[in-house]
């Protein structure tokens, strides 16, 4: 959580992740959840 | 000032400069999408409104000490941050239910049937991970190869880009598609993702 802490700290996030979010997730919650659920679960195989 | 086009970076300039007005306007902009992603994650109203407020309690922290750049990446940064509480639940959660079988040794069935559904959960989530990993295999070959690239593979957006010979905007939106269709497909099946 350390990394994840320093994102949060410096307000940085990763410039692809600013493209998922900005340019496929568009704000949709729904969307976003399935992305981290197909993260955790096709990761997983 | 009129809020309905003052940017996120303006209200966050309104707000370090004195008015903390705008520090309320600005998380009211976006608290819904918030408050929806953790809701889902979480599935517990409660649960998520403690959650969304410690997020925000973090943000608002970050950027009173000075520690914020905003690049309007405002909303991005606070889900990122909405994502890491959420995480952090979950591992407690994980932690508390290790200790409580360890406690639960004397009530034998208790500890049945704690363990009885945890096993079913899993049994459950496993198939339900399976269908939804029989539905990528059913999206259109470009959605398909994108979510493949990004989730197997872990490439970016970029890299996904330049291995399919594709601008990012397309790669982008293919993949916003398939995000769509997929969505589209666990309702029409009625699963319940957990």
């Known amino acids: 959580m350390k990394e994840l802490d320093s994102e949060n700290a410096t307000g940085s996030i990763s410039d692809d992740d600013d493209l998922l979010m900005r340019e496929v997730i568009c704000g949709e919650a729904e969307l976003l959840y399935l992305d981290t659920y197909l993260r955790e679960i096709l990761q997983k195989r | ?194």
């Not at chain 2, 902009?29 to 599935?43: A, E, L």
């Open chain 2, 1 to 194: 000032m009129n809020v309905q086009v003052a940017s996120d970076q303006n209200l966050l300039n309104c707000y370090l400069s004195g008015d903390r007005n705008a520090i309320s306007q600005l998380i009211d902009r976006h608290s819904r999408r918030v408050r929806d992603y953790i809701r889902m994650m979480v599935k517990d109203d409660d649960v998520a409104d403690d959650i969304f407020q410690e997020t925000f309690i973090k943000a608002v922290r970050v950027i009173d000490e000075g520690r914020y750049t905003d690049n309007g990446r405002f909303l991005s940064w606070i889900l990122r941050i909405a994502h890491n509480q959420v995480i952090d639940y979950f591992r407690a959660q994980k932690q508390n239910r290790q200790l409580n079988e360890s406690e639960a040794g004397y009530d034998v069935l208790g500890t049945l049937r704690f363990a009885e559904r945890t096993v079913e959960d899993e049994i459950v989530g496993e198939q339900i991970a399976d269908d939804v990993r029989h539905m990528v295999e059913l999206l259109p070959e470009e959605q398909r190869t994108v979510v493949m690239m990004r989730y197997y593979s872990g490439l970016s957006f970029k890299e996904i880009a330049e291995h399919t010979g594709v601008s990012i905007n397309t790669a982008l939106g293919r993949m916003r598609y398939a995000l769509i269709n997929l969505r589209k497909m666990i309702k029409e099946k009625n699963l319940t993702l957990s």
